[in-house]
C-alpha cells in the first residue's frame, strides 16, 4: 500500500511554455500532499505544501505565481510550472501524507519524481 | 541555513560490515527524525524514523541512534549489503505530520 504515482516521469519543454505535472496517491486518501524539488546532488527542498480544497502554502523564496498548485481531491495534486526556463530544469518529487485509523498523520510517501528540461 | 546537514557526501563500506551514517541539526525544536533511501531518477523510500522521546530504534537491519544533547543522529545498518547501495537522506520535522526539512544526502556504496 502507500503507493504514489507521478506523470509525466520525464518531459522537455521549450523555454516561455508551461508543464503541468501529476501526483496521484493511488491506494490511499491523501489528506496533504508536498511538491519537492532536488537539483543534482543536493538536498531536497520543500516548495509547497498543499491541502485538498484550499490554497497551498509556498516557502520563502518559491514564486507561487510561477509554480501553481492545485489540489482538487483528496488523491491528485498538480504542479504547473509555468512559462518554464532553463533555471527551472530540476527533478520534481511529490510526496503523500495520510491519517491513520486514529487520526495519527503517517509518514510522507514519496512519488517517483519528474526530471524536468527546459531548452 | 541548512538546519539538518549531512556533512559526509560519501561513505564506501564493505559488504558485511557496518554503515554509520551521521546527520546533525540545529533546530532543538524538531520533534521527529526519519531517514529515507533514494536511488538515482527515483523518489526517496521511507526506512525508518524515531521521535525525539527515545533514543534509539530498531527495524531489522537499521537501527537509527538520537543524542538530542548533541542535535546528532545516525544510521547504523549491519549487515550491509551491495543493495544498500543508495543514497541516504536524513530529515526532521516539527511533528510526526508536516513539513520535512532534509539534510543533503549521503550516498552509501557497499563493495562485495
Known amino acids: 500500500g502507500a503507493v504514489v504515482s507521478q506523470h509525466p516521469s520525464r518531459v522537455i519543454c521549450k523555454s516561455g511554455t508551461s508543464v503541468k505535472i501529476e501526483c496521484r496517491s493511488l491506494?490511499?486518501?491523501?489528506?496533504?500532499m508536498f511538491w519537492y524539488r532536488q537539483f543534482p546532488k543536493q538536498s531536497l527542498m520543500l516548495m509547497a505544501t498543499s491541502n485538498e480544497g484550499s490554497k497551498a502554502t509556498y516557502e520563502q523564496g518559491v514564486e507561487k505565481d510561477k509554480f501553481l498548485i492545485n489540489h482538487a481531491s483528496l488523491t491528485l495534486s498538480t504542479l504547473t510550472v509555468t512559462s518554464a526556463h532553463p533555471e527551472d530544469s530540476s527533478f520534481y518529487i511529490c510526496s503523500a501524507e495520510t491519517a491513520d485509523t486514529s487520526g495519527r498523520t503517517d509518514t510522507q510517501y514519496f512519488g517517483p519524481g519528474t526530471r524536468l528540461t527546459v531548452l | 541555513d541548512q538546519q539538518v546537514k549531512q556533512n559526509s557526501p560519501s561513505l564506501s563500506v564493505q559488504e558485511g560490515r557496518i554503515s554509520i551514517l551521521n546527520c546533525d541539526y540545529t533546530n532543538s525544536m524538531f520533534d521527529y527524525f526519519l531517514w529515507y533511501k533514494k536511488y538515482p531518477a527515483e523518489g526517496p523510500t521511507f526506512l525508518i524514523s524515531?521521535?525525539?522521546?527515545?533514543d534509539k530504534n530498531e527495524d531489522g537491519r537499521f537501527t537509527v541512534f538520537l543524542n538530542k544533547s548533541a542535535k546528532h543522529l545516525s544510521l547504523h545498518i549491519v549487515p550491509s549489503q551491495p543493495g544498500d547501495s543508495a543514497v541516504y537522506f536524513c530529515?526532521?520535522?516539527?511533528?510526526?505530520?508536516?513539513?520535512?526539512?532534509f539534510g543533503q544526502g549521503t550516498e552509501l556504496s557497499v563493495k562485495p
Open positions: 491506494d490511499f486518501q491523501a489528506t496533504t
Open positions: 530529515a526532521a520535522a516539527y511533528n510526526q505530520g508536516g513539513k520535512l526539512i
Open positions: 524515531i521521535s525525539s522521546i527515545k
